[in-house]
């Protein structure tokens, strides 16, 4: 009698974590449907802001939150525009998509022009110029929210 027992209360387990799974992957596959909402934006459709700290820089945000964490953002910089050494916390992996970006690490700067990839881990220090001439546009993916902390050499 207790081998019954203790396979009827095994069987009910089992039935009950069975249940308990297709739930919740009924309920996952639901939600892709909102996920795959596509999103299409010209340039003249986005919000431009302007970048606190930043004169002569806009920026416009693609998907996510800067205030709250990993994003990605457009960013539009006046020919000739240059930000002093600064950090921001989160990392940023950037392309270049017109103009000239002038981006220095270490006193070493160095010349992007369109289609060129550049990283800056959070927290190092350097200074990011757009060469003058030309508007400069860039896209980044952000790793965190969004911040600029001007630095001291």
């Not at 996952?28 to 795959?36: G, I, L, Q, S």
Request: net charge positive.
């Amino acid at each position: 009698m207790k081998k019954h027992i203790r396979l009827f209360v095994i069987a009910g387990i089992s039935l009950a974590a069975a249940a308990a799974l297709y739930a919740a992957q009924a309920e996952k596959a639901a939600k892709p449907a909102a996920a795959k909402r596509a999103v299409l934006h010209t340039p003249s459709e986005m919000k431009w802001v302007d970048i606190p700290d930043a004169k002569g820089a806009k920026q416009a945000v693609a998907w996510g939150n800067p205030q709250k964490g990993p994003h990605g953002s457009f960013a539009k910089f006046e020919g000739g525009t240059g930000i002093p050494l600064h950090t921001h916390t989160a990392g940023g992996r950037s392309v270049v998509i017109s103009g000239t970006m002038v981006e220095g690490l270490e006193g070493q700067p160095k010349e992007l022009g369109p289609g060129s990839y550049f990283f800056i881990p959070g927290d190092v220090k350097h200074t990011t110029a757009c060469k003058a001439g030309a508007e400069c546009v860039i896209y980044t993916d952000w790793s965190g929210a969004f911040d600029l902390k001007p630095a001291t050499p």
